[in-house]
């Protein structure tokens, strides 16, 4: 069992830079690739990065890659989502899951964090 919560969210001007913390539970956090979702109100949720879980590979979409970066310290069961040049098209609920699968896809993960609000204004 892995219990994920997500911190750092925040109300940004456009530009802005915010780093999401996702803290896990358990000492098998390590086990699991980590990965960073986002929604919007009536929308589904949309991949945004994902880190092995060794932290040796990432996967971006494209609409963040050069502005986030994914990362993960194993020994402090955390991951992060640096997220710079913040547009207000990233303003969602972002989510951290853990799964046994290197994937975009939000059915492959396992467990998830209840999500923090990011909103970017112009």
């Known amino acids: 069992q892995v219990q994920l919560v997500e911190s750092g969210g925040g109300s940004v001007q456009s530009g802005g830079s915010l780093r999401l913390s996702c803290a896990a539970s358990g000492r098998t956090f390590s086990r699991y690739h980590m990965g960073w979702f986002r929604q919007e109100p009536g929308k589904e949720r949309e991949f945004v990065a994902v880190i092995t879980a060794n932290g040796s590979s990432t996967y971006y979409q494209d609409a963040v890659k050069g502005r986030f970066t994914i990362s993960r310290d194993n020994a402090k069961n955390t991951g992060y989502l640096q997220m710079n040049t913040l547009k207000p098209e990233d303003t969602a609920v972002y989510y951290c899951?853990?799964?046994?699968?290197?994937?975009?896809?939000?059915?492959?993960?396992?467990?998830w964090g209840r999500g923090t609000q990011v909103t970017v204004s112009s």
């Open positions: 899951g853990a799964g046994q699968y290197f994937s975009p896809s939000a059915d492959d993960y396992g467990y």
